[in-house]
């Protein structure tokens, strides 16, 4: 207990005669200093306990003064000057701030909830954020060609998002022949890895400008961010990213409610030839820049890796 840790300090500190009628005031103060010293040492015993630093510290501390460092009498300004130049040294070593225990845990980031979703129609699956919607296309004019890969939605099978915060996930399908063959390219040779079409970063770029010719309304401001292309070690799967650049007519209004002064959306995508069925399945996940670089993009990053489809020909 503290207060009678406090009091055994006190009782060790030599009294003066009975015969003298008062204590004298700067003997009552070095021993109400100690008496704090003596709660500080129970304070800290919580601690060394679970700290090897502060332990080291403390015994470091105890070898070198004694443990009755703060008792000899009668009390001389030099031991007086020791005695608060020791208990401050171990004030210092039980200051709370120090403390795991007192992070304001309240402004670390919190990891996004995440959900499976199983395609009924057995393609693929991942993990999608849980408060995301999750649309999967089942109306005939909806979904993609088998031979062409394009629809009413382009060749979207699936989307996930949430609206308010404008974080979109979409999974595509089309045939690989018709990725090459709207650029002009040769589809009579090996088509089964990506590294025999062509670089990463090539066929990121016929990828991108696909995804692009699908999309409708004003003209994009989107590129392909060319460093993030990479296959798999199999050259079964391409990863790659987008950047596109939003325009904003009051640039310093938004500074004014956003923090930032420019609106820019990253896309993280993820192509794969699993299927091993002649088409190719690639996954999007975009974000704008201020919640991609949170734990939004965590979210997101966790949904394109989980994403997996189905071996639906021979290996």
Known sequence: ??????????????????????????????????????????????????????????????????PDVACSSPISNNSRRSFIINAGCMLALTIP???????????????????????PKGLFSLSVPQRFFTLRRAAKGDLPDEKTGKGRRGASIFTAGDMVKAE????????????????????????????????????????FLRREKDQTGQQSRTRLLSESAKYSEDGKTLEFQLRTDIDVQKPELLLEQEGVSELVRLTLAKATLDSNDGQIMAVYASALQQNYDGPDGDALRESVASFAVTNNGQK
Request: charged letters at 25%; a negative charge.
């Open 1 to 66: 207990n503290t207060y009678e840790l406090a009091e055994r300090a006190a009782t060790r500190c030599p009294r003066r005669d009975d015969t003298t009628s008062t204590i004298h005031n700067q003997d009552m103060k070095s021993i109400l200093l100690l008496l704090h010293f003596a709660a500080a040492k129970a304070f800290t015993a919580n601690y060394v306990s679970e700290s090897p630093g502060l332990r080291e510290g403390v015994s470091i501390w105890a070898k070198k003064e004694g």
């Open 97 to 119: 701030g120090v403390c795991a225990a007192d992070v304001d845990v309240s402004s670390l980031p919190v990891a996004v909830p995440m959900k499976q979703f199983v395609d």
């Open 168 to 207: 979109i996930i979409a999974v595509e399908r089309f045939p690989t022949a018709s990725l090459l063959e709207e650029q002009g390219i040769d589809t009579s040779g090996d088509l089964s890895t990506f590294p025999k079409i062509g670089t990463a970063k090539a066929v990121a770029e016929l990828l």
